[in-house]
């Protein structure tokens, strides 16, 4: 994922095609696990919630868009993202079921990457400034 190879990490991360109700569980519990590590990751970098959050969405050309009129992977990864870090867990996982049950493949896979985006650089940031990560995010970073 560093590298720029979306399609290898997803190869990584993504149960293959065809394994019925067992691929959609196990892509539930990737994409909250991630979503989740990144709120806990938001809120040390916020320091500990006492900061105010703030999220931008950028269209291709770089600008600035409503997060509503953001393409609806990235649309579902922020709502998910803000409800976790409120402590809303349950809509967190209603919005990724919402995902999972309604999107296209190549927009869950969206969703799965820009997860695994935020990971990555919310977990880089800490590391930086000498916060706490994740041991099993620490590891899959060196």
Do not use: Y
């Amino acid at each position: 994922m560093q590298l720029g190879r979306d399609d290898e990490a997803l190869d990584q991360v993504v149960p293959p095609a065809g394994e019925g109700p067992g691929r959609t569980e196990e892509m539930r519990e990737l994409m909250l696990l991630l979503f989740g590590e990144c709120s806990a990751m938001v809120s040390v970098l916020g320091d500990g919630g006492s900061a105010p959050i703030k999220v931008q969405v950028f269209d291709e050309t770089g600008e600035e868009v409503p997060i509503d009129e953001a393409d609806p992977p990235v649309r579902t990864a922020v709502r998910t993202l803000l409800a976790e870090v409120h402590g809303n867990t349950e809509a967190a996982a209603e919005q990724v079921e919402i995902a999972l049950a309604s999107a296209a493949p190549d927009e869950v896979n969206s969703l799965v990457l820009q997860a695994l985006r935020w990971t990555i650089r919310l977990s880089t940031e800490c590391q930086a400034r000498a916060l706490p990560v994740t041991p099993w995010i620490s590891d899959a970073l060196t």
